[in-house]
C-alpha cells in the first residue's frame, strides 16, 4: 500500500511540474494557476459558472478543449458547477489520494489542467455520476442560436 502512494506520490509530482512548463499555461493568473496546474480548489458558490444555465459549450480555461456540453450540467447544491457526463474523449480521469481518501480527479485530456472531481453513486442524475468543476478552469461559450 505504501509502495502504491508513494508511486502515485511521484506520478503526480511529476505530472504537476510537467505542466508548469507548457505554453498552456502562460497566460493564466495567479489565482488560475493555483486551481489549474497546482491542483486547487475555488471556494464553493464563488465561481462565476455555478448559476450559468445558458446554452452552450464549457471550455478549457487554459487550451479551449472543449469539455461539457451545458445540456449535461444540473444544481447539486454543491456550489461548484455539475455535470452528469464530459464530452468523450476531453477528460483523463486519475486517482486521487491526496485528502486520504480515494477520490478521482478529472483533468483536460488536451492540456492536463485540473478540473475538479468526478463522483459516482449519488443518485443526481441517470448517469449516477457528478463531474464537480471548478468554474476557473473553465471557460463558456453561448450557443448563437
Given at each position: 500500500?505504501i509502495?502504491?502512494?508513494?508511486?502515485?506520490?511521484?506520478f503526480?509530482?511529476s505530472?504537476?511540474?510537467?505542466?508548469?512548463?507548457?505554453?498552456?499555461f502562460?497566460?493564466?493568473?495567479?489565482?488560475?494557476?493555483?486551481?489549474?496546474?497546482?491542483k486547487?480548489?475555488?471556494?464553493?458558490?464563488?465561481?462565476k459558472?455555478?448559476?450559468?444555465?445558458?446554452?452552450?459549450?464549457?471550455?478549457?480555461?487554459?487550451?479551449?478543449?472543449?469539455?461539457?456540453?451545458?445540456?449535461?450540467?444540473?444544481?447539486?447544491?454543491?456550489?461548484?458547477?455539475?455535470?452528469e457526463?464530459?464530452?468523450?474523449?476531453?477528460?483523463?480521469?486519475?486517482?486521487?489520494?491526496?485528502?486520504?481518501?480515494?477520490?478521482?480527479?478529472?483533468?483536460?485530456?488536451?492540456?492536463?489542467?485540473?478540473?475538479?472531481?468526478?463522483?459516482?453513486?449519488?443518485?443526481?442524475?441517470?448517469?449516477?455520476?457528478?463531474?464537480?468543476?471548478?468554474?476557473?478552469?473553465?471557460?463558456?461559450?453561448?450557443?448563437?442560436?
Amino acid at each position: 500500500m505504501i509502495r502504491i502512494f508513494l508511486l502515485l506520490f511521484i506520478f503526480q509530482s511529476s505530472f504537476s511540474q510537467d505542466l508548469q512548463s507548457k505554453d498552456y499555461f502562460k497566460n493564466l493568473t495567479s489565482k488560475e494557476r493555483k486551481i489549474i496546474v497546482d491542483k486547487g480548489t475555488e471556494r464553493p458558490y464563488t465561481g462565476k459558472y455555478n448559476n450559468n444555465y445558458k446554452k452552450g459549450t464549457y471550455v478549457c480555461k487554459a487550451c479551449s478543449n472543449p469539455l461539457f456540453k451545458s445540456n449535461t450540467k444540473f444544481d447539486s447544491k454543491c456550489g461548484w458547477p455539475s455535470f452528469e457526463k464530459e464530452i468523450e474523449g476531453s477528460v483523463i480521469k486519475i486517482p486521487d489520494y491526496s485528502l486520504g481518501m480515494k477520490r478521482t480527479e478529472i483533468v483536460c485530456s488536451k492540456c492536463k489542467g485540473h478540473l475538479g472531481h468526478v463522483f459516482y453513486g449519488e443518485r443526481f442524475t441517470k448517469e449516477n455520476t457528478r463531474h464537480c468543476v471548478n468554474s476557473i478552469s473553465l471557460n463558456f461559450i453561448e450557443d448563437s442560436d
